[in-house]
């Protein structure tokens, strides 16, 4: 079956810090890659997205690249703002499933 | 702006007791999602509608959850009876069915049955 397995948190960087969050799979086929990101008291918002190899998904200076080799999809920020402070989860979709498998979360709290 | 709504957005009841939460999906979604979120399980999916007919429940305890789309606009959660382990956030998300399609979620609903 399709797995997820994400960096454990907590993960508490100071402003304009290298940010790498780190994000595995296990999946049949070839499966779409995602990482959402879930503000406190809000649902969850896709921030970025990679459906085949060596795509790399991008938004808000977050950066991610799907990796079929090492079955990587790990995040990165160059310089984290205190606005990133968020819980971020890595899910993916494989074949007829259309429902999103998601990791554990990783809790990211970034100091002025 | 589109948005998933959900009501109602804090629910605290008695154990025993019917909960029911709703959702309002995009217009023009076909595919509606359950998920429950926990700190100890994180996010699960309890249920899965296509063009509102259920393609994947097996998530969802059979004996006290029940999942309706009694139309494109509305699909429903019901918890009969509620017990306290069923206490956490459910969200509702929509999308369009793709593999790759984003799906949207909605604000959740907090449930607390004591």
């Known amino acids: 079956g399709n797995s997820v397995t994400q960096m454990e948190g907590p993960v508490t960087l100071s402003e304009e810090a290298f940010l790498t969050i780190n994000c595995t799979y296990t999946?049949?086929?070839?499966?779409?890659l995602f990482w959402y990101v879930q503000y406190p008291g809000e649902g969850l918002q896709l921030l970025l997205k990679?459906?085949?190899?060596?795509d790399k998904g991008s938004n808000k200076g977050f950066e991610a690249t799907y990796r079929k080799e090492t079955t990587s999809f790990h995040l990165e920020k160059g310089s984290v703002q205190v606005s990133d402070s968020a819980v971020y989860f890595c899910a993916l979709t494989s074949g007829s499933a259309r429902q999103l498998t998601f990791g554990s979360g990783t809790q990211l709290t970034v100091l002025p | 702006d589109a948005r998933v709504t959900q009501t109602p957005r804090h629910k605290v009841t008695e154990m025993g007791q019917e909960v029911t939460m709703r959702c309002q999906p995009i217009l023009g979604h076909n595919t509606v999602f359950w998920y429950r979120q926990t700190m100890m399980q994180g996010l699960e999916l309890l249920a899965y509608f296509r063009n509102r007919a259920p393609l994947d429940d097996s998530g969802m305890p059979k004996d006290r959850f029940s999942a309706e789309m009694p139309d494109a606009t509305l699909a429903t959660l019901k918890i009969q009876p509620s017990e306290p382990r069923d206490s956490a956030v459910y969200f509702c998300?929509?999308?369009?069915?793709?593999?790759?399609?984003?799906?949207?979620f909605g604000p959740g609903t907090r449930l607390t049955v004591l």
């Open positions: 990679a459906t085949k190899a060596d």
């Open positions: 998300a929509s999308g369009l069915g793709a593999e790759d399609n984003e799906q949207f």
């Open positions: 999946a049949t086929g070839y499966p779409s």
